[in-house]
T-cell receptor
Framework: DAKTTQPTSMDCAEGRAANLPCNHSTISGNEYVYWYRQIHSQGPQYIIH???NNETNEMASLIITEDRKSSTLILPHATLRDTAVYYCIVRPFYNQGGKLIFGQGTELSVKP | DVKVTQSSRYLVKRTGEKVFLECVQDMDHENMFWYRQDPGLGLRLIYFSYDVKMKEKGDIPEGYSVSREKKERFSLILESASTNQTSMYLC???????????????FGPGTRLTVL
């Protein structure tokens, strides 16, 4: 079973920041938070991951609360091409075969 | 540019047929995965392989088998297709955790299989 809870859908205006929340209250000490997204008719794509510190890359920022029970993915300047389903996943960094367990995700709609 | 390719984007088969879905990756990845994606159920892992000739059951292996004879190729086999196997099938690959600091899975574009 997925160990995360995300809102089913969200809207965001083009050019504004999109903040996607994720609850993972049962996360354990060796588990990382990963974010993937799936644009319509494509396979999922890795965005970012983190353990306990905030992370930033060219696509997004990841803010993890101090107790690690929740996190927020931030797309700083959303574009129409960011419309996708966003998946928050928790898993150990070293796990057999590198399995990912996907939940339902958040459907983000970026509107003009 | 990294690439995971799948043999077909769309496939239509009849009930009882044997179906082969092929996946090829050009990144020298040890790990390969097969998922299916259904509305309301998300992505679910069918099988994965962490080396040539090695395979492990995922969460929903019933009705499927796999073959990994070469490192770059991972095949999903439906021995006798049924209508409840109509779905989007996604293949993915990755390095083992210790070789990739991002622990990233790369996905193919998917095969939409319809079983009539």
């Amino acid at each position: 079973d997925a160990k995360t809870t995300q809102p089913t859908s969200m809207d965001c205006a083009e050019g504004r920041a999109a903040n996607l929340p994720c609850n993972h209250s049962t996360i354990s000490g060796n588990e990382y938070v990963y974010w993937y997204r799936q644009i319509h008719s494509q396979g999922p794509q890795y965005i970012i991951h983190g353990l306990k510190n905030n992370e930033t890359n060219e696509m997004a920022s990841l803010i993890i609360t101090e107790d690690r029970k929740s996190s927020t993915l931030i797309l700083p300047h959303a574009t129409l091409r960011d419309t996708a389903v966003y998946y928050c996943i928790v898993r150990p960094f070293y796990n057999q075969g590198g399995k990912l367990i996907f939940g339902q995700g958040t459907e983000l709609s970026v509107k003009p | 540019d990294v690439k995971v390719t799948q043999s077909s984007r769309y496939l239509v088969k009849r009930t009882g047929e044997k179906v082969f879905l092929e996946c090829v990756q050009d990144m020298d990845h040890e790990n390969m995965f097969w998922y299916r994606q259904d509305p309301g159920l998300g992505l679910r892992l069918i099988y994965f392989s962490y080396d040539v000739k090695m395979k492990e059951k995922g969460d929903i292996p019933e009705g499927y088998s796999v073959s990994r004879e070469k490192k770059e190729r991972f095949s999903l086999i439906l021995e006798s297709a049924s209508t409840n196997q109509t779905s989007m099938y996604l293949c993915a690959s990755s390095f083992p955790s210790g070789r990739d600091p991002y622990n990233e899975q790369f996905f193919g574009p998917g095969t939409r299989l319809t079983v009539l």
